[in-house]
């Protein structure tokens, strides 16, 4: 199995910034693509990013030119630099995985538990 927790969440003022992580680990044999998706109170969960295994990153509309992604494959690791925050931006932020094991080659998605971003004065 491959485990994801992620880091980084808080309050923060809205102009601010935050940089989330999330550590994926277990007994991983590749690891492909690698992103966040979040969920506000009240509405379903949205994609926010990803990045492919190549580097190449995709972004919803919203977050384009203010978040961030990029991965350390030495440390299996993705993160998420949010800038110039907005309250719109408040919602648990959850990262996933697609990723092979030893136990088991075929791909699967796995995701964290998520934390919690909430932008507010």
């Known amino acids: 199995q491959v485990q994801l927790v992620e880091s980084g969440g808080g309050l923060v003022q809205p102009g601010g910034s935050l940089r989330l992580s999330c550590p994926a680990s277990?007994?991983?044999?590749?690891?492909?693509?690698m992103g966040w998706d979040r969920q506000a109170p009240g509405k379903q969960r949205e994609f926010v990013a990803t990045i492919g295994s190549d580097s190449i990153t995709n972004y919803a509309d919203s977050v384009k030119g203010r978040f961030t992604i990029s991965r350390d494959n030495a440390k299996n690791t993705v993160y998420l630099q949010m800038d110039s925050l907005k309250p719109e931006d408040t919602a648990v932020y959850y990262c996933?995985?697609?990723?092979?094991?030893?136990?088991?080659?075929?791909?699967?998605?796995?995701w964290g538990q998520g934390t919690q971003v909430t932008v507010s004065s």
């Open positions: 277990g007994s991983i044999f590749r690891l492909t693509a």
């Open positions: 996933h995985a697609v990723a092979s094991t030893y136990s088991d080659m075929n791909y699967k998605t796995y």
